[in-house]
């Protein structure tokens, strides 16, 4: 891994606003000749989950230098892929666009939530969204959240049954952009009022321990990655591995000691 990539760990103002909001913004996450490239390699794809065993250019994205040292400063040292997805969002038909719905405000991960006992559930997983599509205006697909909503377990709706939650965003983003959100952030996808396909690729880091939430057929990718990247597509040495983790099983443990610092280590 390149030692240049130290220079995209969070500040503290990223983590300020990722703690606040729940979701941090990176502009230019992707150079435009990489988005130009996955722009070009997911129109060959089936859309849905387990996109990176699909095509050897997603491995790109599982340590992309400007993203995972922001994961590693919010999770840690012991963390893998437990989720990915490429999601094209098509333009709605004409006559569906003015329509007024609510949109699907979720968390993620399903029952991990409710199964946990504190309030709010703690963080787990964060999902970076890459955004291929130029969203620089609304309407065209965009991300949606509600900013500081990772703290809360319920979202209030207004009683009209059709609006979003008043403090609803959408987020606008260059193609290139990435977004960091914490699973516990009630967001969606909006709608796709444009006359352009909105195209957006999502990987979901978890801790080691954190079961896969799809397939991860990525078997045919270990023998060629190196220990870094194999870590993040799910090697172990076995179950005691994942939560008791040996110097094989996280070799992003030492390759962040050499480069930070022992103290640096124990402190995430």
Known sequence: MDISCLNHCMTDDERRV???DGFLVVQDALSPE?????????????????CVGKHELFLELIDLPTILPKVWDILSWNIHLYHTHYTPKPPLPP???NEKKRLHWHQDSGRVTLDMESIPAPRVSVKVGFFLSDLTEGGRGNFNVIPGSHLKDELEYPPDGISNP??????????????IFDRRLWHDGGRNCSEM?????????????FRVRDAMTVSHYMDKVDPIRRQLLGAHTGAAGLTSPTDEDVPLRGW?????????????
Do not use: C, Q
């Not at 990489?34 to 387990?50: A, K």
């Not at 403090?167 to 977004?179: D, S, Y």
């Not at 909105?198 to 321990?209: M, V």
């Open 166 to 179: 008043k403090n609803a965003l959408e987020v606008l983003a260059a193609p290139g952009t990435a977004v």
């Open 95 to 97: 006559e569906e666009r």
């Open 34 to 50: 990489l988005t130009s490239d996955f722009n070009e390699m997911v129109d060959s794809i089936e859309p849905g989950v387990n």
């Open 18 to 20: 990722f703690e606040r």
């Open 197 to 209: 396909p909105r195209k957006a690729i999502f990987l979901g880091y978890s801790y080691r321990w």
């Open 256 to 268: 962040l000691r050499e480069h930070l610092g022992e103290e640096a280590v124990a402190n995430m």
